[in-house]
């Protein structure tokens, strides 16, 4: 169910923040995905490209793409977070730096709940990513 891409945890050239490993980003999904039985699905990004996807990464990281670029056009600079309710379903998304994830939902989701649950999911993961860079720099 559960899509893996391979992902760089090193630092990125110019001081950009580590990308965190796949395998964590997948289980942080995992996690999240597990918190309630409304969650269709997801995907975790990191700049911009799937690190992990409940289902086909390219689907994800396309519609991601286009609910984020909505959500920055809608407020006229990036946005931190989005949520859009619709008769068949929900759809969030949530920034936290260069990581973002996206989620749908069934209708009626509470979505304070829904996004505390993706800021968690997003720590956890800007946590690992540190974890990473400190084990390689030992």
Do not use: Q
């Not at 069934?106 to 997003?122: E, K």
Request: proline content about 5%; cysteine-free.
């Amino acid at each position: 169910m559960f899509a893996d891409v391979t992902a760089n945890p090193r630092s990125a050239p110019g001081g950009a923040p580590p990308r965190p490993p796949s395998a964590a980003a997948r289980a942080a999904l995992e996690r999240f995905a597990e918190l309630s039985r409304d969650v269709r699905g997801g995907a975790i990004l990191a700049d911009g490209r799937v690190l992990a996807a409940t289902g086909n990464g390219a689907t994800w990281e396309a519609a991601a793409r286009e609910l984020i670029e909505a959500a920055d056009a809608a407020a006229g600079e990036p946005a931190v977070n989005a949520h859009v309710a619709t008769e068949d379903g929900e759809a969030y998304m949530l920034r936290d730096g260069a990581l973002a994830m996206v989620a749908v939902t069934d209708r009626f989701t509470l979505a304070s709940l829904v996004l505390a649950d993706m800021r968690a999911a997003l720590r956890e993961l800007r946590a690992e990513a540190a974890r990473v860079v400190a084990r390689e720099a030992a």
